[in-house]
């Protein structure tokens, strides 16, 4: 049971939550929360010209910033959040934008997320009419990663085009079609079934990169349209159980299978750590 003052700070924290999403928090406060110094020590930081926000030295106070996506620096050096990292998975039904808040007021994924406290945000997007496996969390860091091309994390979806797809169709859609000038790199391409009549069938393509609306465009692209489009797989993440507008945590397993397909984490032995601080350049 906690005493009344610091239930009475914890009612504080829904308008603060509403005020981070319109732009940040203050960034003497975040440098206070990951533990770097006090409010008021954070504010001769800024002062004194030691904090930087994506490369830019700050010197204004009221300075507000995003200390999941920012690259916020003293002295050149990155300030981790203090907040405690969370993996989630969600299936997105259709319907929803994957952002934190969007301009034309439509339902978010954050909408779906009750109960949620931590600051995440979806690693890469879903189309509003797609469905399927999000990725949210507070690890800026990882989803950098995740989303970077080098990595290629594999991205499986089940689209249920017009028509039925031939050979020849589905050979160009493995090999890369051009989008804006530049072929998309080698897909894994399946004809799971005809639906029940030639007007439609369901193919399954895994895809290595993220590029905007690219099942869609990759399908129309050869002559057969996208009805509906749901994503089943995200790297090593998928769950056939896990319903429409539910989520989850990931399991520590999932969290490390993730960081691994994301280039891996260079996590030194403590005293590894230790002798590389030591040790003059
Ligand atoms: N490809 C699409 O066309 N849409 C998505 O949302 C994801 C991949």
Redesign the pocket.
């Known amino acids: 049971h906690f005493p009344p003052s610091i239930r009475a700070a914890a009612a504080l924290w829904p308008s603060e939550s509403g005020l981070m999403s319109e732009g940040g928090m203050r960034l003497q406060k975040i440098l206070s929360r990951a533990g770097v110094a006090s409010r008021r020590a954070a504010e001769k930081l800024i002062a004194e010209g030691r904090v930087s926000v994506n490369g830019t030295t700050v010197l204004e106070m009221g300075t507000k910033a995003d200390a999941a996506s920012d690259d916020i620096r003293l002295d050149g050096r990155r300030v981790k959040s203090a907040e405690t990292p969370r993996y989630i998975l969600l299936n997105k039904p259709p319907g929803y934008v994957t952002t934190r808040k969007d301009p034309q007021r439509r339902p978010t994924v954050i909408d779906l997320l009750r109960g949620v406290r931590e600051y995440v945000y979806p690693a890469g997007?879903?189309?509003y009419d797609?469905e399927g496996l999000v990725l949210m969390t507070n690890d800026g860091d990882l989803v950098a990663k995740l989303m970077h091309p080098r990595h290629g994390v594999e991205?499986t979806?089940e689209a249920r085009v017009n028509g039925v797809p031939d050979t020849d169709a589905i050979e160009r859609l493995r090999t890369g079609v051009p989008l804006d000038g530049r072929r998309t790199r080698p897909a894994e391409v399946t004809l799971l079934h005809r639906g029940h009549t030639d007007r439609d069938s369901l193919l399954i393509l895994t895809i290595r990169e993220?590029r905007n609306?690219?099942?869609?465009?990759m399908c129309q692209a050869v002559g057969f349209p996208?009805r509906a489009?749901a994503?089943t797989r995200m790297g090593p993440l998928r769950d056939a159980r896990l319903k429409s507008g539910m989520w989850r945590d990931l399991t520590a397993d999932e969290v490390q299978a993730l960081k691994k397909a994301s280039g891996g984490e260079h996590k030194p032995r403590k005293s590894a750590a230790k002798n590389a601080k030591k040790k003059r350049p």
């Open positions: 997007r879903l189309d797609t991205r979806y993220g609306r690219q099942v869609r465009r996208v489009l994503r």
